[in-house]
Structure formats: C-alpha cells, structure tokens
C-alpha cells in the first residue's frame, strides 16, 4: 500500500518557467512533510519541508504548498533553472508514537529543465 | 567535510556471501537511518538507531542486521547475501531535537551476482 505517491514520472520545462511538481498522500497521520531532490549517483539532499499547521512555505525559488483537506502537497520552482534537473522526492512523517520520524517516500518525479 | 559518510559506495559480490556497509555521521545527531533502494526507485526505511539504540524495524529478513558501536555509526550487515538484495543503500541522520529533515549519504550500490 503506496501512502505517498507522485503521480508524474516525468516533466519537462523550459529554463525560467515555472515547476510544479505534486504529491498525493492517504495517511491521515502524516503531519509533517518534506521535499528532496536527487542527482544521479548521490544521496537524496534535503529542500524544504512543511508542518500541517501551516499551508504553505517559501525559500526563494521553493515554495511547497499543502492542502490537508485534500491530501495534496505540491512544489514550485520558479524560475526553474537548469541545475534544477533531478529527481524530486515527496516524503511525509508522523510525530508521535511509534514513528521517531521514519520518512515515507514517493516514488520521485524526474524534472528536466531545457535552456 | 563529508557530513554522512558511506563505505563502500560500490560493492559486487556473489550470492552467499556475507558483506557490511559503513555509515558515519559528523552532524552530532542522535538518530540513524537504513534506507534501501529498489530497481523500481522506491526509496524505504529499513532500521533506525536513536542514542545506539533499535527503535525501528521494518519488515526486513534477519539476514540484515544493523549495529550501531556509537551515536555517530551506523553499520549494516547482510548475511547470505540474495539476488534481491541487490539496491541502493542510504544512510541517514537526524537530530530529534530539531527539524524533521534528514540527512543522507551518498549511498552503496550493491550488486549480488
């Protein structure tokens, strides 16, 4: 049972548009969320992250962007920039309990950004 | 400097074997982190040690067996090793006290052949 999931294996944007990639969730325990991105022979790299207190965060070109209601996560990079090419990973947690903040991962969505 | 390192980031080896994978963390964090990789990408959590001590563990064959000497090590070893066990492996670290992030390293790609 997939509790994360990234439904666009892929996308493609043009250098200075606009990225969105997105995240769907089904535990309704997760309350914590965070967004990685991985280059090709490298470990996942920490991005930004999003408590479910709040509904949306920002740091410079990242915002991520929660809708509780709907179980949906989404970053935006803007403007997208080459070197933004990667893997991008959705991962959520719940505190409390048993979960000593074990990450649930999506399965990732490959962005390219074309000059 | 290196803020979570692994050793060795390749490994081939053949069936039946036994092999350990290295983790080391100069972050000072408490908590630790086995993440494995599959040929389909997904990255899940396989163990974790908070203060040297188990406190996650996952569906995971007994032929795997972490053990962590100290807060800033993380070792992971496989007996017998399987077909199927060939992934990525990542360590990770975090400190409870802080943010929910982790930390990773860069990984051991494991072949079993």
């Known amino acids: 049972d997939q509790q994360v999931k990234q439904n666009s294996p892929s996308l493609s944007v043009q250098e200075g548009r606009i990225s969105i990639l997105n995240c769907d969730y089904t535990?309704?325990?997760?309350?914590?969320f965070l967004w990685y991105k991985k280059y090709p022979a490298e470990g996942p790299t920490f991005l930004i992250s999003i408590s479910s207190i709040k509904d949306k965060n920002e740091d410079g070109r990242f915002t991520v962007f929660l809708n509780k209601s709907a179980k949906h996560l989404s970053l935006h990079i803007v403007p997208s920039q080459p070197g933004d090419s990667a893997v991008y990973f959705c991962a959520a947690s719940a505190s409390g309990g048993t979960s000593y903040g074990k990450l649930t991962f999506g399965q990732g969505t490959i962005l390219t950004v074309h000059p | 400097d290196t803020a979570v390192s692994q050793t060795p980031k390749y490994l081939v080896t053949q069936m039946g074997n036994d092999k350990s994978i290295k983790c080391e963390q100069n972050?000072?964090?408490?908590?630790m982190y086995w993440y494995k990789q599959d040929s389909k990408k997904f990255l899940k959590i396989m163990f974790s040690y908070n203060n040297k001590e188990l406190i996650i563990n996952e569906t995971v064959p007994n032929r795997f067996s972490p053990k962590s000497p100290d807060k800033a090590h993380l070792n992971l070893h496989i007996n017998s090793l399987e077909l199927g066990d060939s992934a990525v492996y990542f360590c990770?670290?975090?400190?409870?006290?802080?943010?929910?992030?982790?930390?990773f390293g860069p990984g051991t790609r494991l072949t079993v052949t």
């Open positions: 535990n309704s325990m997760f309350d914590y």
């Open positions: 972050l000072g964090h408490d908590t």
């Open positions: 990770a670290s975090r400190q409870t006290s802080g943010g929910g992030e982790q930390y």
